[in-house]
């Protein structure tokens, strides 16, 4: 899969870093609720925007070898509302910081917006799973086969 690979091997590395990284910075919120609270939410945003890029790279492989136009525009899709989502995310943690009341819209905005990215992600899933045009069969279903 080459560069795909390696691109998806460490956004899934980065991904669980932030998350594990959020769990911590949970734990420490007591001692400082706004600079830990936005570190968290910061954390939690980061994670799942690598968790999404995971995806990404791996539409971006499958619409390379089978030239189908929903799943690159699916990967398009997922591009620019996980940037858009990231954006929200950092716009609620600038707003936690300066404790702007407004951060609980842009919160709930990154929410959403980080939703419909895993729903398009899903779909990516399912344009690999029904496409027909890599030219070659597999000689049992995906869901039958083990994959190392």
Same mark, same amino acid.
């Given at each position: ?35 830990? %609270? $936005?570190? +968290? /939410?910061?954390? !939690? ?9 995971? @995806?990404?790279? &791996? ?29 929200? %995310? $950092?716009? +609620? /943690?600038?707003? !936690? ?9 842009? @919160?709930?905005? &990154? ?36 994959? !190392?």
């Amino acid at each position: 899969m080459g560069w795909h690979y390696k691109g998806a091997l460490w956004s899934g590395w980065i991904a669980i870093a932030f998350a594990g990284l959020s769990l911590i910075l949970h734990f420490l919120i007591k001692q400082n609720p706004v600079i830990f %609270g $936005a570190l +968290t /939410v910061l954390s !939690i945003g980061l994670a799942a925007f690598f968790a999404t890029g995971i @995806l990404w790279l &791996t539409l971006l492989k499958v619409a390379e070898i089978s030239m189908e136009t929903r799943t690159s525009r699916t990967g398009n899709v997922i591009l620019v509302m996980s940037i858009a989502a990231l954006l929200s %995310g $950092a716009a +609620t /943690v600038a707003m !936690i910081l300066f404790q702007i009341p407004l951060f609980n819209f842009f @919160l709930r905005m &990154t929410v959403v917006l980080f939703t419909i990215v895993f729903g398009f992600c899903r779909y990516g899933v399912y344009c690999y799973r029904t496409q027909k045009s890599i030219g070659a069969g597999f000689t049992s279903p995906p869901d039958e086969q083990f994959w !190392i």
